[in-house]
Every structure is written in structure tokens, then in C-alpha cells.
């Protein structure tokens, strides 16, 4: 069954960029994970952010760079 993720860029005043490590692999990345039912793509972004930090965004001032369709046939 086809899946879609999202992921989110966190940039704060000073330019600087926010990455995570991920607890189970050790790999260094960006918040994100699969987009719910229903789920809109920001807030999917902004539910994981939440999730995997504890940050809160403003889906209003959130902008949207790039969609990018990876799905992969079995």
C-alpha cells in the first residue's frame, strides 16, 4: 500500500538549521513521517515537528518548498 511522509526545514533568525538524531538507526535528519488519512501536508509537518521535539509552528508562516512523488513499485 502506497505511503506518504512529509518532512520539515527549521530555520531559526540567526540562518541556523534544525536536525534531529534518530534514536533507533543513530542517522541525522530532518523531523518528519507519514502524512495521516486526510492530513494536509503542512500539518503532517508541523504534527511531527511537535512530535519529535516538542517545537510549535504557525502552519500559517510555514512555506512549502517542494513535493517530490518517491513511490517505489514492489
Same mark, same amino acid.
Given at each position: 500500500?502506497?505511503?506518504?511522509? =512529509? ?6 533568525? !540567526? ?6 538524531? $534518530? ?5 541525522? %535528519?530532518? =523531523? ?6 486526510? !492530513? ?6 508541523? $504534527? ?5 521535539? %516538542? ?20
Amino acid at each position: 500500500r502506497p505511503a506518504m511522509g =512529509s518532512a520539515i526545514i527549521v530555520i531559526n533568525q !540567526e540562518g541556523e538549521g534544525l536536525i534531529g538524531k $534518530r534514536l533507533k538507526s543513530g542517522v541525522w %535528519g530532518l =523531523s518528519g513521517g507519514y502524512i495521516e488519512l486526510g !492530513e494536509k501536508i503542512k500539518a503532517s509537518s508541523a $504534527r511531527e515537528l511537535l512530535e519529535e521535539t %516538542g517545537i510549535e509552528v504557525n502552519i500559517e508562516e510555514m512555506r512549502a518548498l517542494e513535493v517530490i512523488n518517491c513511490l517505489k513499485k514492489e
